[in-house]
């Protein structure tokens, strides 16, 4: 998705830029890429498209909305 590849360029440019002093914990921008890279890691819309494809090609029944 977009903003997945947007959210881990911009983290990755900042530390570039910043160099290993970015990711002290003066700074504390380590928190931002950490957060973008979890949202990355657990995005909904993913796995929404993985149990469609399920649901299409094996019959399985997706899980309830809250399990997404």
């Known amino acids: 998705m977009l903003t997945d590849r947007a959210a881990n360029e911009v983290a990755a440019a900042v ?17 931002f890429w950490r957060n973008a890279r979890t949202h990355t890691l657990h995005d909904p819309a993913r796995w929404k ?3 469609i494809g399920r649901a299409l090609l094996q019959g399985t029944a997706p899980p309830l909305h809250g399990v997404i």
Do not use: M
């Not at 530390?15 to 928190?31: I, M, P, Q």
């Open 15 to 31: 530390f570039e830029v910043g160099g290993t002093r970015s990711a002290s914990v003066v700074t504390d921008l380590d928190h």
């Open 49 to 51: 498209y993985q149990h």
